[in-house]
């Protein structure tokens, strides 16, 4: 029983869509070298997937092939568009030479694939990275040397500031020397007149501070006029009694 026939329709399913053309496509770049060998074509396939990627067959290679359909296929009133492309075509050669001439100066500047050189080239590399290496030294020192005056300048700042801090600070002294001379002065005068005052007590003057004393014995004798001797004898008794 034959397989029916598929449906030409865009499938929905992402899976199935990508299995279907993985399939296909290797199909048909079998099928484009199969008739490239049996034939002895020429063929050129280029196949882009829907992310981009790129897949190509070319029996004598792509771009020549590429030029070849050019060739055919322009009539000659498009003389113009064909020169313009050939120019587009040298100017990538070009460019494209230049690059890989760039890339191998390059590697040789890093000490890379120095072994197709001859003693001229070799030297010409040598003057090449001494120039350079004298250049790197000459700006090396010269921002070293625009630190250094930086620096120098930054210790000017910092010089002068000190400066100013010192002279405010010796100011202030002198303010505080200034005020607590007054200040002992005018102290000075508070206490001559302290002294010197008629109206003033002497401090030697004042009365000294009670005596302690154990015992009544003095305030008894005082009080023994009013007092009965016999009541006051023993008051005395108990008082010493206490005392001892």
Partial sequence: ??????????????????????????????????????????????????????????????????????????????????????????????????????????????????????????????????????TARQRKTQIMIEQMEDLRRKERQLGDLNKQLKIKLEAEGQSLKTIQGLWNSGATAGSSNFLMHPNHPNPMDCDPEPILQIGYHHYVQAESSSVPRTTMAAETNFIQGWVL
């Fill in 1 to 134: 029983m034959g397989r029916g026939r598929v449906e030409l329709k865009r499938i929905e399913n992402k899976i199935n869509r990508q299995v279907t053309f993985s399939k296909r496509r290797n199909g048909l770049l079998k099928k484009a070298y199969e008739l490239s060998v049996l034939c002895d074509a020429e063929v050129a396939l280029i196949i882009f997937s829907s992310r981009g990627k790129l897949y190509e067959f070319g029996s004598a290679g792509i771009g020549r092939t590429l030029e070849r359909y050019q060739r055919c296929c322009f009539t000659p009133q498009d003389n113009s568009v064909e020169r313009d492309t050939q120019n587009w075509y040298q100017e990538v050669n070009k460019l494209k030479a230049k690059y890989e001439a760039l890339q191998r100066t390059q590697r040789h500047l890093l000490g890379e694939d120095l072994g197709p050189l001859s003693v001229k080239e070799l030297q010409n590399l040598e003057k090449q990275l001494e120039g350079a290496l004298a």
